[in-house]
């Protein structure tokens, strides 16, 4: 080890190879508390060499290494679990000037999300993908997990961001495509690969974003519902109607309970009923609002006045609502987290077997669930005393019936990497297989994600 840290130090600088288990202790238990490792050093590369540097040292001195952004993810894939060297991309946070006519901007891995939609606002321009960890996540991370969020419906995920990648693959070489082209058929597409890699082949260290028009105005709206089913069917009938739609989010009157309570806040009365979907529109936001009326009364079992917001902080109170879920989960123990797509036609009955199964084999438990009901993405958070792995194992069993993926957006990471190989096929594995051994073969890339 004492050799391992002096190489390390003279690729970064000995302020930056962090040793004292106090210190590095936050780097190596995940968000959910769920996962906790040992590192004997956290690395802070303050650029592509230096990334570089780091891992020719790792590969010299047989040791995995785990990049790590913002910590935030949700699978167990960011920390340390077998005494890896953490690569931390914190000092690699440049965001470059916005090129305002290619609408794009150049940001390097370690930089926040947050950062990068400030950067974009400030010259009248979004970035697309926005999810509730946006002070912490950093744009490294979210495309190693291919993140979603909450505006995929409209924008797709960071996959659909990405003009350009630069990296360090696990076998030390450099890949750098980085001149933004919107148009660019020249050869296999290396942005595509390395996005949801979730860091088993190399280190992201910058990437080149897309970003869209503000709208002229946005609405958000809460609207009520009797039950899932029909929360499903109306938030799908809703985007066909009134156009501009960006998010469709779900959320259950129990969730709605544990969220305002967690935050001390008063739900809009709207909020009681068995389901709510919250609307984003942009646009001419008052008219499609005025049109969302209009729409609102053709659905079936709409129960309660729709809440609307049209001011920034009235928006804010709405999305907070919905934003808050996870923490609230947190609150209640270590959650065990759940991300899944589904068939549109069998969410109804999927929330009713997984309650149902909660109850069973965890009667004491709480099972949160919500989610991104505009692309069938829902998240069931369990948590209690006897929540165990047979409670993932369930409901991913109820989620492979019914035709759904055990991963709608977090990745695979340690948590269900004993799954890929049940709802990937053989040919797929293999080829996975063979892409890890070509560009990292020594294995030192997150050993302990995504590939069983
Ligand atoms: P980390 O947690 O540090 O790392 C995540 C994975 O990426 C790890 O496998 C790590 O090894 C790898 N990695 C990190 N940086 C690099 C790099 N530079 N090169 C190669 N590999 C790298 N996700 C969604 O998809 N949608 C949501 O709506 C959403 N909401 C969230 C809300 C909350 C409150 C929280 C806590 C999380 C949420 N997430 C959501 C999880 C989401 O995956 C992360 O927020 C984000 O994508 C990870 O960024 P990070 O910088 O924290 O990555
Ligand atoms: C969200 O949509 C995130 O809020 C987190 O993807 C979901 O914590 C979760 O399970
Ligand atoms: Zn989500």
């Known amino acids: 080890v004492p050799d391992l840290v002096a190489a390390l130090a003279t690729c970064v600088g000995e302020a930056h190879v962090l040793t004292d288990p106090g210190v590095v202790a936050g780097d190596c238990t995940d968000w959910t508390r769920r996962w906790t490792g040992r590192t004997p050093a956290v690395v802070r ?31 167990g894939g960011s920390v ?35 950062g990068v939609q400030v950067a974009a606002a400030a010259v009248g321009l979004r970035f697309a993908v926005d999810l509730a960890a946006r002070d912490t996540a950093t744009i490294g991370g979210m495309v190693a997990t291919n993140a979603g969020g909450t505006h995929v419906l409209r924008f797709g995920s960071m996959r659909a961001q990405l003009l350009g990648i630069e990296a360090v693959l696990g076998n030390g070489s450099v ?18 690969l ?12 910058a990437v080149s974003l897309r970003l869209v028009p503000q709208p002229a105005s946005i609405a958000v709206a809460l609207v009520g519902f009797a039950s899932i089913g ?15 739609v960006e998010a469709l989010e779900l959320m259950l009157a129990d969730g709605l309970a544990i969220v305002a309570a967690h935050r001390s806040v008063a739900l809009p009365s709207v909020a009681t009923a068995p389901a709510t979907v919250l609307v984003e529109v942009a646009g001419d936001a008052a008219a499609r609002v005025e049109h969302l009326a209009g729409a609102v009364g053709a659905l079936r079992g709409v129960v309660g006045e729709p809440a609307v917001a049209l001011d920034a902080a009235g928006r804010a109170r709405l999305w907070q609502l919905r934003e808050a879920h996870p ?14 797509t589904l068939p ?38 369990v948590a209690g005393a006897e929540v165990d792995d047979q409670v993932d194992e369930a409901i991913l069993e109820v989620v ?41 073969p020594d294995g030192i890339m997150n050993p302990n994600a995504l590939l069983p």
């Open 400 to 440: 492979d019936r019914a035709g759904g993926s055990i991963s709608a957006e977090h990745g695979i990471g340690t948590a269900k990497k004993a799954w890929l190989e049940r709802v990937r096929s053989p040919g797929d594995v293999a080829a996975f297989r063979a892409i890890k051994r070509a560009l990292d």
């Open 230 to 244: 029909d929360a499903v069917r109306g938030a799908i009938e809703l985007d066909g109607a009134i156009g501009g």
């Open 80 to 114: 340390p679990l077998k005494g890896e060297v953490v690569l931390s991309t914190q000092r690699l946070d440049a965001i470059a000037v916005v090129d305002e006519l290619g609408l794009q901007v150049i940001a390097g891995a370690g930089a926040s999300l947050a």
């Open 45 to 75: 590369p303050g650029g592509v060499d230096e990334v570089r540097a780091v891992i020719a040292v790792c590969r010299e001195h047989k040791v995995a290494l785990v990049p790590q952004g913002g910590n935030t993810g949700l699978v």
């Open 194 to 205: 390395l996005c949801g890699s979730e860091g088993t082949l190399g280190v992201i260290t």
């Open 327 to 340: 923490e609230a989960a947190a609150a209640q123990g270590i959650v065990h987290k759940l991300d899944v």
């Open 344 to 381: 549109a036609a069998v969410i109804e009955g999927f929330v009713a077997d997984v309650r149902a199964l909660c109850g069973r084999i965890a009667p004491g438990a709480s099972c949160l669930i919500y989610g991104h009901v505009g692309d069938g993405n829902l998240h069931v958070n």
């Open 175 to 192: 890949v750098h495509h980085m001149r933004g082209l919107r148009k660019d058929n020249t050869g296999y597409d290396l942005p595509g």
